[in-house]
């Protein structure tokens, strides 16, 4: 069973004027069709959609300057995509709101990536249409640093080690150094520490494993040279 929707403006930050939009958010096209009802979210979806495209351009438009068309184009997509909206959803535990019907239910799909992912959107549909584009924009950018506090590392994707390197070699000629620092923890579940550096920068990163350990490192220095250069992600 959903939550009482009068508990969520607690976990999401924001009161609706019109409770009646927030009740179209949560509620999914399963729910309507066991309930007859004339409404479900997914108009609310098709709004939000847009109006997050524009939030955050403006929002990339406004936070990077030295970044071009290309980057801020990519930096959108990867913050308005499935896994990003639905990990939002997740942080907002919007999934536990969610009006299913009962087959939705037992599938599992308040917690399915593209449910969420559509509950999200909705939401910013409703908030737009409840209280205009300066409020919307304002939560949802406050919603955005909390869970990517650091939105242009979303380009760096599954392969920073990779962008970090494509990086180094264009403008210094130079290879990021990898070394373990330490190996911390038990022989089967070990902790590795491992420092990456280039050109007198450096950053570190800790995993389970060394590949996971210099992945974090690079994502890391992507941070720290972006800082400097924020035309790394051009």
Request: charge should be negative; include cysteine; glycine fraction near 8%.
């Amino acid at each position: 069973m959903a939550e009482d929707i009068g508990k969520l403006k607690y976990r999401i930050n924001y009161e609706f004027k019109n409770r009646e939009l927030l009740r179209k958010a949560l509620t999914h096209r399963s729910y309507a069709v066991e309930h007859n009802l004339q409404y479900d979210n997914q108009r609310l979806e098709f709004l939000g959609d847009s109006v997050a495209d524009l939030v955050l351009s403006e929002w990339l438009f406004n936070e990077y300057p030295g970044i071009k068309e290309g980057g801020m184009t990519k930096m959108r997509a990867s913050l308005v995509c499935q896994d990003a909206l639905a990990a939002i959803a997740r942080h907002l535990n919007l999934g536990a709101f969610l009006l299913l019907g009962n087959g939705e239910i037992e599938s599992g799909g308040a917690e399915r990536d593209s449910t969420l992912s559509d509950l999200t959107e909705a939401l910013i549909g409703a908030i737009y249409l409840d209280s205009g584009y300066e409020n919307v924009r304002d939560w949802l950018i406050a919603v955005y640093k909390q869970v990517f506090p650091e939105p242009c590392l979303c380009l760096a994707g599954d392969n920073p080690k990779g962008m970090l390197q494509e990086y180094t070699q264009r403008v210094w000629n130079l290879t990021p150094d990898y070394s373990v620092v330490a190996v911390n923890g038990p022989d089967h579940n070990p902790n590795f520490l491992v420092a990456v550096s280039v050109n007198g920068y450096e950053a570190r990163g800790c995993a389970v494993n060394r590949k996971a350990a210099e992945a974090q490192a690079a994502k890391k220095l992507l941070e720290i040279l972006s800082e400097r250069d924020p035309c790394i992600f051009n």
